[in-house]
């Protein structure tokens, strides 16, 4: 059976303050590795999908990592509009299972 | 580009009562998912249609759930009769083809309280 683990399981920043969140994985032959961010009140939003280790992709602060076990979904000099949960979800046959998400909250 | 939509976006239920979920995928979209997030949990799939075929129903408590996709395009998701840890945000998502390489895009979900 696919699992993912995320941790933390929230996370505190500063604005301007870096990080990175964690997924861990076992799956038995991975298709994707999904990363969603959610907003309260939201349906999860897409945001990455990669596909083989040392695969790298970036949209503006955020930028996605994965090695044979895990991604990383590192955030570059956060602001606040990023606080949200992100939610990180691995492929293997046709089904997503997701992880419990790392709440982000972005202070000024 | 008009997204995923559901109805209703809130719904509060007696137990035991029944409940009805909506969903409408991006137009061209052939595979169309449901799934439950519980408070605090990532969402799970309950259900996944390849246009009016079901591909996966494996984690749908088929007891009291049930869902039916008309005609390839709209779907619904039903309740009968509802439990408590049922409350959850029941989540639609269509992609294009269902393949593993299709990215699923998410609608806003309906909020179920059952009391």
Redesign the interface.
């Known amino acids: 059976e696919d699992q993912v683990t995320q941790s933390p399981e929230a996370l505190r920043l500063q604005e301007g303050e870096s990080s990175s969140l964690n997924c861990s994985y076992t799956v038995s032959g991975l298709r994707g590795l999904f990363w969603y961010r959610q907003d309260p009140g939201k349906g999860p939003e897409f945001l990455f999908t990669l596909y083989s280790a040392g695969e790298e992709k970036e949209k503006e602060r955020l930028k996605a990592t994965l090695t044979k076990k895990e991604s990383f979904l590192h955030i570059t000099a956060p602001k606040p509009e990023d606080s949200a949960t992100y939610l990180c979800a691995v492929q293997g046959g046709y089904k997503l299972t997701f992880g419990t998400g790392t709440q982000l909250k972005v202070e000024l | 580009e008009a997204g995923?939509a559901q109805s209703p976006r809130y719904k509060i239920i007696e137990k035991r009562q029944s409940v009805a979920f909506w969903c409408n995928p991006i137009s061209g979209h052939a595979t169309l998912y449901w799934y439950q997030q519980i408070l605090?949990?990532?969402?799970?799939?309950l259900i996944?249609f390849q246009n009016n075929g079901v591909?996966?129903d494996s984690q749908l408590p088929k007891d009291r759930f049930s869902a039916e996709r008309l005609k390839g395009v709209d779907s619904t998701l039903k309740i009968q009769p509802a439990k408590l840890e049922d409350s959850a945000v029941y989540?639609c998502?269509s992609s294009f083809g269902?393949t593993?390489?299709d990215?699923?895009?998410?609608?806003?979900?309906t909020?179920l309280t059952v009391l």
């Open positions: 995923v605090g949990q990532g969402p799970k799939l996944q591909v996966d989540l998502a269902g593993s390489e990215t699923q895009y998410f609608g806003p979900g909020r």
